[in-house]
């Protein structure tokens, strides 16, 4: 019995030849001829960029603002041919939960992706602050759309690698109190704090904008994230004999003080002027109807409010909305997470095309020395300089309130 399949098909044509001799002889017939196929060209790698933000935060909106603000830029950046010569840009994100010692074990695992160029930083001033060292030691670029402690920029390493496309301290603490002075005709000060490197960066801006301005701080008290209640915090700064309440903080703080005053007596509710931290939170959904009964004014860096017709803001409000689903300026959290990252995004993109590749230390070098950009906030003549590492300026800087929709409202619009 013939098993083996190949042997069987073998023994049949040694009997089909002894039959009919002349099938041996007759010639195979071709294949028919067909084109060779081209050899498939592989597809350029991917030049990598980092965003390690508190994507983890309960009440945190700026992380998802700031990565809405990179895919835009990247998308359009991509479409127009990539970076280097056609390599595509592509973002990593991870979660630090807004924990410092978190946030310098994502940089260092980044930093070993190669090709990967530099991160992105969300909204906590501390984590960058503790990066400082580690980042420097990496040789790693670190891009910073919201952090606002002056000490993210102005540390000692050199050369600097950490580039800032935001607010800073130094220049919110003028705009606010000027803003409580003019408005609330407010000479003193009532200050609270968070017991955090931004809280501490904010201290020393307040107390020299005040002295600049005439003011006198007659209170000031810190608190620490996560405290459950503002109430004894508030009290002092009443007893204090404050006339506004000058509030640095985040929106789960924020919106804590905001609900306890609005339990108070119509006379015991003094005016907030805050910084921006509690725009980059759900600081609408946690005060409720409170929100209507305080005095509250915010700083702020850019709206898309009045700037609809301008061809940037359109490009990015209809990404917005066909990507995200935010219809429009009314229904955007976190406006300035947005703007900040989608200009810094574009910024290093040219700086990377500048490089030649993905060294990182010529793209910091690059980034130093990149000629004018229109975009999306403004025109930038010089983004960064060597002595410079601000791409914004106090000129920038205006107060905002929330509007009846909770749209955060540039004053006078």
């Given at each position: 019995?013939?098993?083996?399949v190949?042997n069987?098909?073998?023994?049949?044509l040694l009997?089909l030849?002894?039959?009919?001799?002349?099938l041996?002889?007759?010639?195979p017939?071709?294949a028919?001829a067909?084109a060779?196929e081209?050899a498939s060209?592989?597809?350029?790698?991917?030049?990598?960029?980092?965003l390690d933000?508190a994507?983890?935060h309960k009440?945190s909106?700026s992380e998802?603002?700031?990565q809405q603000g990179l895919e835009?830029?990247?998308a359009e950046?991509n479409a127009?041919?990539?970076?280097?010569g056609?390599?595509?840009?592509?973002?990593?994100?991870?979660?630090n939960?807004?924990?410092?010692?978190r946030?310098?074990?994502?940089?260092?695992?980044l930093?070993?992706m190669?090709d990967?160029v530099?991160?992105?930083?969300?909204k906590f001033?501390?984590?960058?602050v503790?990066l400082?060292?580690?980042v420097?030691e990496?040789g790693?670029?670190?891009l910073?759309?919201?952090?606002?402690?002056?000490?993210?920029i102005n540390?000692s390493f050199?050369?600097s690698?950490?580039?800032?496309?935001?607010?800073?301290d130094s220049?919110a603490a003028?705009?606010m109190?000027?803003?409580?002075?003019e408005?609330?005709?407010?000479?003193?000060l009532?200050?609270l704090l968070?017991?955090?490197?931004w809280?501490r960066?904010?201290?020393?801006?307040?107390a020299r904008?005040?002295g600049a301005?005439?003011q006198?701080?007659v209170?000031?008290?810190?608190?620490?994230?996560?405290?459950?209640?503002?109430?004894?915090?508030y009290?002092?700064?009443?007893d204090?004999g404050?006339?506004?309440?000058?509030?640095?903080?985040?929106?789960?703080?924020g919106?804590?003080?905001v609900?306890?005053?609005?339990?108070?007596?119509?006379?015991e509710?003094?005016?907030?002027v805050?910084h921006w931290?509690?725009?980059?939170?759900?600081m609408v959904e946690l005060c409720?109807?409170?929100?209507?009964?305080?005095?509250?004014?915010?700083?702020?860096t850019?709206?898309?409010f009045?700037?609809?017709q301008e061809?940037a803001?359109q490009?990015?409000?209809?990404?917005l909305?066909d990507?995200?689903?935010?219809?429009g300026p009314?229904?955007?959290k976190a406006p300035v997470?947005?703007?900040?990252a989608?200009?810094?995004?574009?910024?290093?993109?040219?700086?990377?095309?500048?490089?030649?590749?993905t060294?990182r230390?010529t793209?910091?070098?690059?980034?130093?020395?990149?000629?004018p950009?229109?975009?999306l906030i403004?025109h930038y003549?010089?983004?960064?300089?060597?002595e410079?590492h601000?791409?914004?300026?106090?000129?920038?800087?205006?107060?905002a309130?929330?509007?009846?929709?909770g749209?955060?409202?540039?004053?006078g619009?």
């Amino acid at each position: 019995m013939c098993i083996n399949v190949n042997n069987c098909r073998a023994c049949l044509l040694l009997l089909l030849f002894g039959l009919f001799p002349w099938l041996a002889l007759a010639e195979p017939t071709a294949a028919p001829a067909t084109a060779a196929e081209p050899a498939s060209t592989p597809a350029p790698a991917p030049v990598l960029v980092g965003l390690d933000a508190a994507f983890g935060h309960k009440v945190s909106t700026s992380e998802r603002a700031i990565q809405q603000g990179l895919e835009i830029a990247i998308a359009e950046i991509n479409a127009s041919g990539g970076v280097l010569g056609g390599r595509p840009l592509e973002l990593v994100t991870t979660d630090n939960r807004s924990l410092p010692a978190r946030a310098v074990d994502n940089v260092r695992e980044l930093a070993a992706m190669p090709d990967l160029v530099a991160v992105f930083g969300g909204k906590f001033s501390p984590t960058y602050v503790e990066l400082l060292p580690v980042v420097h030691e990496l040789g790693l670029p670190l891009l910073d759309p919201w952090g606002a402690a002056d000490t993210v920029i102005n540390h000692s390493f050199q050369p600097s690698y950490t580039f800032r496309l935001s607010l800073k301290d130094s220049w919110a603490a003028p705009v606010m109190l000027r803003h409580a002075l003019e408005v609330h005709g407010a000479r003193r000060l009532g200050v609270l704090l968070p017991n955090t490197a931004w809280g501490r960066s904010n201290e020393t801006a307040i107390a020299r904008a005040a002295g600049a301005l005439g003011q006198a701080v007659v209170a000031k008290v810190w608190y620490n994230w996560g405290d459950t209640s503002l109430r004894k915090a508030y009290d002092e700064l009443l007893d204090s004999g404050a006339e506004v309440v000058i509030l640095v903080a985040n929106a789960a703080e924020g919106s804590i003080l905001v609900r306890e005053m609005a339990e108070r007596p119509v006379a015991e509710r003094l005016p907030i002027v805050s910084h921006w931290g509690i725009t980059g939170g759900a600081m609408v959904e946690l005060c409720g109807p409170a929100l209507d009964a305080v005095d509250l004014s915010v700083v702020q860096t850019f709206s898309f409010f009045g700037r609809e017709q301008e061809p940037a803001a359109q490009r990015v409000l209809a990404a917005l909305r066909d990507d995200y689903g935010i219809a429009g300026p009314v229904d955007l959290k976190a406006p300035v997470g947005v703007a900040h990252a989608y200009d810094l995004m574009h910024l290093l993109a040219t700086a990377i095309d500048l490089a030649g590749g993905t060294d990182r230390a010529t793209i910091r070098d690059v980034l130093e020395n990149l000629g004018p950009y229109d975009g999306l906030i403004k025109h930038y003549p010089h983004p960064f300089t060597a002595e410079r590492h601000e791409a914004l300026d106090a000129g920038d800087v205006f107060m905002a309130r929330y509007g009846e929709a909770g749209q955060i409202l540039p004053i006078g619009h």
